[in-house]
């Protein structure tokens, strides 16, 4: 497995994730909900190690 580059720059609520090749997507997290423009899906962080995450479909 080879060493991947990723980063990520928090402005506010809005985050811009990066890899080797550049911009890759960006997301957006208000308390404990988001949305990432990559997968489309929106995600609530529940208490402990769990989350709920429903996805929108790519039509």
Wanted: a positive charge; proline letters at 5%; hydrophobic letters at 30%.
């Amino acid at each position: 497995m080879g060493i991947q580059f990723r980063k990520r720059k928090k402005y506010g609520p809005l985050i811009l994730h990066f890899t080797e090749n550049g911009f890759s997507s960006w997301s957006f997290k208000i308390g404990r909900w988001s949305w990432n423009s990559n997968t489309r899906a929106h995600r609530v962080d529940l208490p402990g190690p769990l989350s709920w995450k429903q996805d929108k479909s790519r039509a």
